[in-house]
């Protein structure tokens, strides 16, 4: 039979009861399904990388701890040993408490006799007797300076009158909260470390005077000196006010003061600079504090090396995922499409069918398979009833050529010559019929 038209075919399935809407369809549920899981994996790639980087630095501040606690501990066993061997409590309490409680405030510019070469003596006897003594002084209550010095130290890396005097003024209000204990201060030189303490006079049992001296920081030093910045972070010691000692990053020189706000007894204070974790931990109730700075960028290098390998590997997966999908899901749509048509020629009398590209043995496949072996029994069947019709007309005719003979006996010639014209018409008609046919 003539096959219908293609685009008649596609005006068929455009008519409003078989319009395909493009929402409902299988490349649609496909983009759906793209996006769903695009934004699924970018979103668990995200909380994970989240997660990673929040217990990466749970752990980092965990071991900082644990690091800045041991060398809070080192540091200030360190300095009282220092203090306690430069400028011991005792000694220093008994040379220059008995010289220095007779001085009163009143007597301010009073000599008294051979109170300033006592007092130096004894000053240049610790300092002989002590290498790790840069220079000593002693104040009191007239605030008189009394100082000695290695005669070896370059002059200006030792303090005037009027420089240790603003030195003591400054704080004056650290050594009067808890008189007796020792208030630690940068110094100018590097190689040192300025301590600063009430003197006591164990006879009449009063504060009367200021001990002050820089000591050298080589066993402060010590404590840092196995530590690799690189991989630990870099840490700071800073004095009461601020102002670094002695820190193992070379830029903390550069007037950098501690920036936080003063960590409370014992704990320590942590915060974020430019990329970096940063924490402050007191030492010795307060009075001085280090700082632990990791460069996060630096520390999280490695760390982020191998998030970005999971990433492409994801990544990767991912795009093989979707590449697979189109590619299986995108073939059996096509297919779907020329099915859908082979339904609708099939509806139109036109058995000439597209073949499909299913597999083998997919249900899509069977399904095909079913519709051509359909079309084929409902072509046969056309076929069969056009046959019977052919057959039924001969049977007709047969039957109509009969009776003309039967009659044709019976009747006389003029008789049969005025049927045969009937019949003659009868028979090209059917003739023609068969011919259609």
Sequence with gaps: MTGVPAKAEVRGMEQPGNRIHFRKTLYCKMIVVTLLLGITFFIALLWIYKASCSRFEEELTYHSDTLTGQICQNVDITLKELAEKTVP??????????????????????????QRLRIRNHLEEMLSMNDDINWIAVIDRRNEVYMAYRDSRPKG???????????????????????????????????????????????TMKFCGYIVAEVKNKSLKAI???????????????????????????????????????????????????????????????????????????????????????????????????????????????NLKILLENIHRVSKGDFDLEPTLFRKGDEMDVLAFNIQEMS??????????????????????????FRYHELQSQVNPISCLISFSPLTGLRRLTGTVRSAG
């Design 376 to 401: 084929g029994r409902i072509k046969a069947l056309m076929d069969q009833v056009v046959r019977d019709k052919e057959i039924q007309q001969q049977n007709q005719y047969q039957l109509l050529e």
């Design 89 to 114: 409590l005792t000694a220093t309490n008994e040379r220059f408490g008995s010289l220095l409680s007779g001085v009163r405030e009143e007597d301010k510019g009073k000599e008294i006799p051979f």
């Design 224 to 334: 840092f000196e196995h530590i690799d910045s690189s991989k630990v972070g870099s840490f700071t010691l800073y004095d009461r006010n601020g102002v670094p000692i002695y820190s193992t990053d070379s830029s903390y020189g550069q007037g950098t003061q501690s920036g936080n706000e003063p960590c409370s007894e014992g704990q320590p204070s942590r915060g974020h600079r430019r990329g970096s974790l940063y924490a402050e931990y007191p030492i010795n109730r307060g009075k001085l504090k280090i700082a632990h700075v990791i460069d996060m960028a630096e520390k999280n290098k490695r760390f982020s090396d191998l998030l970005y390998l999971i990433s492409g590997i994801g990544l990767l997966v991912f795009l093989v995922i979707i590449i697979s999908l189109w590619l299986m899901f995108g073939n059996m749509a096509k």
């Design 157 to 203: 890396t030792v303090p005037g009158s009027i420089e240790l005097l603003s030195l003591y003024m400054d704080n004056k209000e650290n050594l009067s909260n808890r008189p007796g204990n020792i208030v630690w201060l940068t110094s100018a030189n590097e190689d040192g470390i300025v301590l600063m303490r009430s003197l006591f006079d164990t006879n």
